[in-house]
């Protein structure tokens, strides 16, 4: 991706916002001059609004995961001078649960020829007999995007302080028709014991068209490009932080390791369109002679395609555990208010809770799932039961701190006969049927679901739903799911200028189920300006991010609420507040 992407080891990358553009997202690696080296004093870094448990360096800007010798590691692109994308190193925590994280000293930074303008995204192979290797793209002097390698000075230490960046550097140069202007993110490598080759994907375009290119290497230096790409689609654009990984068709509790070939698998491909800054997946067929991936087909291919989260989500990575048989997800959420306020308070940039990867019982889609260690941080707990909601009822959720919480409900809608009827012209456009049927619209069966972070009166409040329709194509119901940011804050714009104004938008998809018991579950990670959301135990996933003025720390609140006219009941409600982590950003000995 443009600015460094994530690994198996995972980059955190940031985004700059602009509502002028798709997403109201600027490309990553936009360099603003006056504010890249504004460093920001610890005593002087906001508070305000700014996540407990969810990872960041103690102040400034944010951006790969690997597990070696029983610790995680977790590289990620950071500017040590300021809140805004520039200056940019490899920085570097370990941790031994995901959730405790201990800060080392940059892993990489811009020190040679073919990465002095940059030390941009990549991955990371655990190479038999070699150790970890980091792949990455360097950015030369005349802005030449090429993929470098970089080793462990030492492999008997587990946690890897000290990197070599070789001087036989560059590995893959494009010297054979690519865009050397487009062309980065080299994934995680995967060994064919077939063939004897290591295979990686580089993320480019060719014109209009999003292409991953595919490299082989016997030794891990010597890299050569087959004759075709691995997969392309016209129209997607630049395809960034390319992910290519097995999946199980039958152990649907277990991940697979990215080399593993064996019976009864699908793969997936995973790009981030530069040109819509959100992320797409197919699943499909891996041809190991061929080194060609062909997509089922039940899903579009491209911008209407199925994504990982439908939220404020980019530039994420996978990586197999092989300490406890999972693949992990991570993702980065940048700020969604302006590169002003991110200079003024100091920080900017999230790793969200990675999320365990496992194939849906359906084999058409992925589900996704916060990691069991995240419990661990649960303290106090309340319940709600058998709770009925008619049209315009809410009930508040006492007890707790609404603005750092871990909160799982269970909704019974009954009947579907109130259901509104679905227009088939919405079928790829969610976020356009949120916009228009919002949390406060009647409908039948919905909406209803949360109400977080949220004022008594409702001045400010950031809703997360579920609407249900009746789709007449397919005899099924097609149901909705919104997190809607638009009136989560009452800050207000910075001017008129559309590069100056905070995107509060509707993020919104459909979740595949078929109601059969009336029963469908949200489970929201709530932590005072990110809000992670999981329909139907991850099936859909939103993320939102949001800055609210007055529902913030103790003055938060948090509602179950039902504005449809069929009744729903909360069956079950569980939350929890959440705990800080007890090591997180402390500097490891």
């Keep these: 991706m443009s600015v460094s992407k994530f690994v198996n080891v995972l980059l955190l990358l940031i985004v700059i916002i602009n509502t002028s553009n798709n997403n109201g997202v600027d490309a990553f690696h936009k360099v603003f001059k006056r504010l890249q080296s504004q460093s920001t004093p610890l005593d002087k870094v906001s508070p305000l609004q700014r996540p407990t448990y969810h990872f960041q360096p103690p102040r400034h800007w944010v951006n790969a995961p690997m597990i070696y010798k029983g610790i995680y590691h977790f590289f990620y692109q950071y500017n040590p001078k300021g809140a ?25 930074y811009p020190s040679k020829w073919f990465d002095i303008n940059g030390t941009w995204s990549g991955s990371a192979t655990l190479v038999p007999g070699k150790g970890p290797v980091i792949l990455y793209t360097g ?35 494009p010297e054979h028709g690519e865009n050397g202007s487009d062309f980065r993110d080299p994934t995680t490598a995967w060994f064919n014991k077939k063939d004897g080759y290591w295979r990686m994907l580089v993320g480019s375009k060719e014109k209009h068209r999003g292409v991953a290119y595919m490299y082989k290497s016997r030794d891990f230096k010597k890299w050569v490009k087959t004759k075709l790409p691995i997969h392309s689609s016209k129209k997607t654009g630049m395809w960034e932080c390319p992910d290519f990984f097995p999946v199980s068709l039958t152990d649907k509790k277990k991940g697979l390791d990215f080399s593993y070939d064996g019976p009864n698998i699908k793969h997936v491909l995973k790009v981030s369109l530069d040109l819509a800054r959100y992320e797409y997946y197919t699943l499909g067929k891996y041809d190991t002679k061929k080194d060609s991936y062909r997509p089922d087909g039940n899903t579009p291919d491209g911008w209407d395609g199925l994504r990982f989260d439908y939220g404020n989500f980019y530039a994420s990575k996978t990586f197999f555990d092989d300490k406890k048989n999972r693949r992990v997800l991570w993702g980065w959420a940048n700020e969604s208010d302006t590169v002003e306020d991110d200079n003024l308070k100091g920080w900017a940039g999230v790793q969200l809770i990675p999320r365990t990867v496992l194939l849906d ?48 409900v269970t909704f019974n809608v009954g009947s579907l006969e109130k259901a509104e009827k679905f227009d088939a012209s919405f079928t790829t456009k969610p976020q356009e049927l949120c916009n228009m049927k919002g949390s406060n619209v009647t409908g039948g069966v919905g909406p209803f679901g949360l109400i977080t972070l949220a004022t008594s009166d409702l001045e400010e409040y950031t809703p997360v739903f579920f609407r249900v329709f009746k789709d007449a194509s ?27 104004r905070m995107y509060k938008p509707s993020f919104a998809g459909f979740v595949d189920v078929d109601l059969a018991d009336g029963k469908i579950s949200l489970r929201s990670l709530i932590d005072h300006s990110v809000v992670e959301s999981f329909g139907a135990k991850g099936k859909t996933v939103i993320t939102s991010r949001v800055y609210p003025t007055k529902a913030v720390g103790e003055k938060a609140h948090l509602f179950v609420f039902n504005n449809g006219s069929q009744p729903v009941t909360v069956e079950r409600l569980n939350a929890w507040n959440m705990q800080k982590p007890l090591k997180m950003n402390q500097r490891a000995k």
């Design 84 to 108: 805004v994308w520039g200056n940019i190193v490899w920085a570097h925590s370990v941790s031994k649960d995901l959730i405790n994280w201990e800060t080392l000293e940059p892993a990489i």
């Design 139 to 173: 950015l030369t002097e005349n802005q030449t995007q090429i993929q470098n390698y970089a080793i462990p000075q030492d492999l008997s230490d587990p946690y890897l302080r000290k990197w070599i960046k070789p001087d036989d550097n560059p590995i893959v140069k």
């Design 361 to 408: 019982s359906s084999n058409k889609q992925l589900v996704f799932w916060p990691i069991e260690e995240i419990e661990t941080l649960r303290g106090k707990n309340v319940q709600m039961n058998n709770k009925k909601m008619e049209m315009g009822q809410r009930f508040e959720v006492r007890g707790i701190t609404p603005a750092q919480v871990d909160v799982y």
């Design 474 to 500: 397919t005899k099924k119901p097609k149901v909705l799911m919104c997190s809607d940011a638009k009136p989560s804050t009452l800050k207000t714009d910075m001017g008129s200028d559309p590069k100056q």
